[in-house]
């Protein structure tokens, strides 16, 4: 009998990369190509002072892009916020995301307020984690379509 040891651990490098190795072998057994994350984003200035960002990942194989586009990231700060510049940036990225030939964009947002600047961006919910934040608020998923389907 083969006996099994559990060790509570990170990964080696050579051990992530089998782990890699095997989810490709498993996709390409149901005929997923490998897929590369490329980063694509808008940076906002104020002269040379940051002022905020949107940013996320596309996944592209031999054949093109996926159909879908994970928003990772999008911040304005405080002081600059309530001045367009979080639905004008989000826009620029969707924009550039559709010239791309992808279909649909989606994050992960608060729900004590992140998820209502979505809504008012044509987002719609598509999961609700309930009590993510110690606060007791939730954590939305967020889905758009980029370009109007059937």
Known sequence: MDEFVFVERDMTGAEYAQEIAGFTQHGL??????????????????????????????????????????????????????????????????QKVASLGIAYIWTWTAGYDGY??????????FAELENWYHSGHSRFGMRKALTKTG
Do not use: C, M
Not at 65 to 93: H, N, P, Q
């Open 116 to 125: 209502q600047f979505y809504l008012k961006q044509n987002y719609e919910i």
């Open 29 to 94: 057994e149901y005929a997923n190509l490998p897929e590369e994350p490329e980063r694509h984003g808008f940076v906002v200035l104020e002269g040379e002072i940051f002022v905020g960002a949107a940013s996320g990942l596309a996944y592209r194989s031999e054949e093109g892009y996926s159909k879908w586009f994970y928003l990772s990231d999008l911040f304005i700060e405080k002081a600059y916020r309530g001045r367009g510049l979080g639905t004008d940036v989000l826009a620029r990225l969707e």
